[in-house]
């Protein structure tokens, strides 16, 4: 089943701007991910979060974790038009290994 | 390139015939996995991987057969599949926390 929900579900800014998308999940975790995925292409690793971490940032990236609301969300500081991609949060559930269950992501459109 | 490679890229496959993909990693990762996404649907975890033993299997159609000879190399054998079963099918590999996705293989069924 799903776990991992993220809000909206698209979002168009201009260059410059700031965006922002939320995740809030169902269960407890290990810790929360944040990945990318540019048109029809894999995923791409951008941040991960730790359940004893509150915030973490990465260049333009920072990521803030509430477990307690069983929520996250990720901030992109000075939008670029290249950050144009989806946005999925991932929360790892498996027993052995890590089992990615992710939401249906955010469309981000960042026009020039 | 993030160090895992699928092949095809791209697969058209009538409902009769039977294919296989491919996903290839010299990451030294212990783990793989095989993930659809499909439009507009989050990203469904098919099957994993561990150690090069298979620990998960969500609920997948028997049409859809994995195997892992060794821990870089996964296959996914494709048979009697439906149109329904169109979707980008993405393999993956970690060592325990991240997850590094090859780009795909966007499968057509006709």
């Known amino acids: 089943s799903q776990q991992g929900e993220e809000d909206p579900q698209a979002l168009s800014i201009q260059e410059g701007e700031n965006a922002t998308m939320n995740c809030s999940y169902k269960?407890?975790?290990?810790?929360l991910q944040w990945y990318r995925q540019n048109s029809g292409r894999g995923l791409v690793h951008l941040i991960l979060?730790?359940?004893?971490?509150r915030e973490k940032h990465s260049g333009r990236l920072r990521v803030t974790l509430d477990t307690s609301k069983k929520s996250s969300s990720l901030l992109i500081t000075a939008s670029r038009a290249a950050d144009t991609a989806s946005y999925f949060c991932?929360?790892?559930?498996?027993?052995?290994?890590?089992?990615?269950?992710f939401g249906k992501g955010t469309t981000l459109s960042v026009s020039s | 390139e993030t160090g895992v490679t699928q092949t095809p890229r791209h697969l058209v496959m009538g409902m009769t015939n039977k294919k296989s993909l491919k996903c290839e990693q010299h990451?030294?990762?212990?783990?793989m996995y095989w993930y659809k996404q499909s439009a507009k649907k989050p990203l469904e975890l098919m099957f994993v991987?561990?150690?090069?033993?298979?620990?998960e299997n969500n609920s997948v159609p028997s049409r859809f057969s994995p195997e892992c000879p060794n821990s870089s190399h996964l296959f996914l054998h494709l048979h009697t599949l439906q149109p329904e079963d169109s979707a980008l099918y993405l393999c993956?590999?970690?060592?325990?926390?991240?997850?590094?996705f090859g780009q795909g293989t966007r499968l057509t069924v006709v």
């Open positions: 979060i730790r359940s004893n971490e």
């Open positions: 269960t407890s975790i290990n810790n």
């Open positions: 993956a590999s970690s060592l325990g926390t991240e997850a590094f």
């Open positions: 991932a929360t790892d559930v498996g027993q052995a290994g890590t089992a990615l269950i």
């Open positions: 991987y561990s150690l090069e033993e298979r620990v």
């Open positions: 990451l030294g990762h212990n783990a």
